[in-house]
T-cell receptor, first 111, second 114 residues
């Protein structure tokens, strides 16, 4: 079964510090994609970063990077130099045809 | 290239009425996904469509809900005889013909049943 689990309902980080959001998933496929989406108060879903399962190298997008552990089915998101605008809900997702989302982690940035 | 367009943004329906939610995917995108989001919760998968074809409807309630993506025109999520529990934000996303790429989301339709 295709499942995504985010075990941290809420996280807080001091501005300019680094925070890591956890995600584990389950899949029976060998070819799939993983994503982190951000949902600010506007509710617009914004893609933060993507990872192809066949690539061993961890994806990086500016201050955002992932730690992809395929054998452990783990896909954590690291946000460096946290900014106030990073405050949002963050959803981990897996795609093998349909896209399944985790329940989300609400990230607070402390000034 | 306009993004994914959903309309209306807000929809109010009385119990028992029908709700029609529209989604125009990005140009060139042939895959559409519908999700429901309750307050303070994640996005729950409902249905995955290609043009004129339902690929996966495992998340759709068995009754009152239906979805289509015709050859021409937007994708439609239809909810018949709405009840208060249908009140939620409904999001549509689209992706290109290549399946394993990211999906681009619309801004959602907030349905309120009174």
């Amino acid at each position: 079964a295709q499942t995504v689990t985010q075990s941290q309902p809420e996280m807080s980080v001091q501005e300019a510090e680094t925070v890591t959001l956890s995600c584990t998933y389950d899949t029976s496929e060998s070819d799939y994609y993983l994503f982190w989406y951000k949902q600010p108060p506007s509710r617009q879903m914004i893609l933060v970063i993507r990872q192809e399962a066949y690539k061993q190298q961890n994806a990086t997008e500016n201050r955002f990077s992932v730690n992809f552990q395929k054998a452990a089915k783990s896909f954590s998101l690291k946000i460096s130099d946290s900014q106030l605008g990073d405050a949002a809900m963050y959803f981990c997702a897996s795609k093998e045809g349909k896209i399944i989302f985790g329940k989300g982690t609400r990230l607070h940035i402390l000034p | 290239n306009a993004g994914v367009m959903q309309n209306p943004r807000h929809l109010v329906r009385r119990r028992g009425q029908e709700a029609r939610l529209r989604c125009s995917p990005m140009k060139g995108h042939s895959h559409v996904y519908w999700y429901r989001q309750l307050p303070e919760e994640g996005l729950k998968f409902m249905v995955y469509l290609q043009k004129e074809n339902i690929i996966d409807e495992s998340g759709m309630p068995k009754e009152r809900f239906s979805a289509e993506f015709p050859k021409e025109g937007p994708s439609i999520l239809r909810i018949q005889q709405v009840v208060r529990g249908d009140s939620a934000a409904y999001f549509c996303a689209s992706s290109p013909w290549t399946e394993n790429t990211e999906a681009f989301f619309g801004q959602g339709t907030r349905l309120t049943v009174v």
